[in-house]
């Protein structure tokens, strides 16, 4: 009986042992709102401040982000003084308005996030603005504001005008007219050159000219007939290392055709034997080049006919073995792209068949 009674007073101190310790301090549970946008940037054009960033892809928990409903943008006027020293976040989130929500609900959490403020283009005062950025997830739940980012707007050139844009064989070129007035309404324009920008189809806009050019005239040799372009050219103002640019013109948009010929065929020559007249020409340079097409035709005859009128000849020479004795000829030769575009013939001088046939 004392056996059984020491074995249930062990098993009741077992029992009460984890009750009867000290407990740890309470720990709040984990946020599970989305991590702060990362690489906020803002930057000038014209009158207005373009932002990017990058939205998070985890919520701070580590969970993966499956979906962002939107960024919210605020913004803090600090005048034409700015402010001394770092801004402070907390002194931002006290200050600020909320200025516009750019919507994400389609877009991939990790992808980046782009805003212009303001976005209907108000006209241009001398201010510093402070920025910063938050996401909100699925549920609306936000995260913290990215840390302020501030700009000095400064006066800048206002946007050129695009005057034209013509399509050659080996580039299209661009041509626009200089800005005449700064954003204030101030004259003349503050400029140092101007940069080129060229959105294939309906892609995003790429920079063609990395340091500004200086005149109003660009050339791109590097398109492809049969794609679609829009460009758009900005004034690259007077505080270039600070990367000031002005608005973009109005772009113009381009769907270049290939209707260049090759240039004729070269240094034709006609050597008649015999039993058949040989031919030969030097090749041309052109890498869309798609072959060559032989025409014969009497003296006195107004029209040539094509001795190859189907396939092309791949080479550069060939072999008319259907001359008739006593008769003169002469022989043209075109050039031929992959497009169909044919080149003016050349033509040679008279040749016939030399001796008689046994």
Request: net charge positive.
């Amino acid at each position: 009986m004392k056996r059984l009674s020491g074995i249930l007073a062990l098993g009741l101190a077992l029992l009460c042992a984890p009750a009867c310790g000290r407990k740890g301090p309470l720990r709040p549970p984990v946020s599970p709102r989305p991590q702060g946008v990362r690489d906020l940037t803002a930057r000038q054009r014209g009158a207005s401040v373009v932002l990017a960033w990058t939205n998070p892809s985890r919520a701070v928990d580590g969970r993966p982000l499956r979906v962002l409903q939107a960024a919210e943008v605020w913004v803090l006027d600090l005048g034409p003084e700015g402010v001394k020293g770092p801004l402070k976040l907390r002194d931002f989130e006290a200050r600020a308005s909320r200025e516009s929500r750019v919507p994400l609900q389609e877009s991939r959490p990790t992808a980046g996030g782009m805003a212009v403020y303001p976005p209907s283009g108000a006209g241009f005062r001398k201010t510093t603005l402070a920025f910063s950025v938050r996401v909100l997830d699925e549920k609306g739940r936000p995260s913290e504001f990215a840390a302020p980012v501030t700009v000095d707007l400064k006066v800048c050139p206002g946007p050129p005008e695009i005057k034209d844009v013509k399509v050659f064989e080996d580039r299209i070129e661009v041509r626009w007219d200089p800005p005449r007035t700064n954003i204030d309404g101030s004259t003349p324009a503050s400029l140092v050159g101007y940069r080129v920008y060229r959105a294939a189809a309906d892609g995003p806009p790429e920079e063609l000219t990395p340091s500004p050019v200086v005149g109003p005239v660009f050339a791109d040799r590097h398109f492809v007939f049969g794609a679609t372009y829009s460009y758009s050219v900005r004034a690259v103002g007077a505080d270039a290392a600070a990367g000031l640019e002005s608005d973009d013109s109005a772009p113009r948009r381009v769907a270049p055709r290939d209707i260049f010929p090759p240039a004729p065929p070269s240094d034709l020559v006609v050597l008649a034997g015999p039993d058949v007249i040989s031919l030969s020409w030097a090749r041309g340079p052109e890498e869309d080049l798609a072959g060559y097409r032989v025409w014969r035709k009497e003296p006195g005859e107004a029209v040539f006919v094509a001795l190859n009128p189907g396939e092309l000849l791949p080479g550069n020479s060939f072999t008319d073995a259907t001359a008739e004795k006593g008769k003169t000829y002469v022989y043209a030769v075109s050039a031929l792209d992959k497009n169909g575009n044919e080149s003016p013939r050349t033509e040679s001088g008279p040749a016939r068949l030399k001796g008689t046939k046994a």
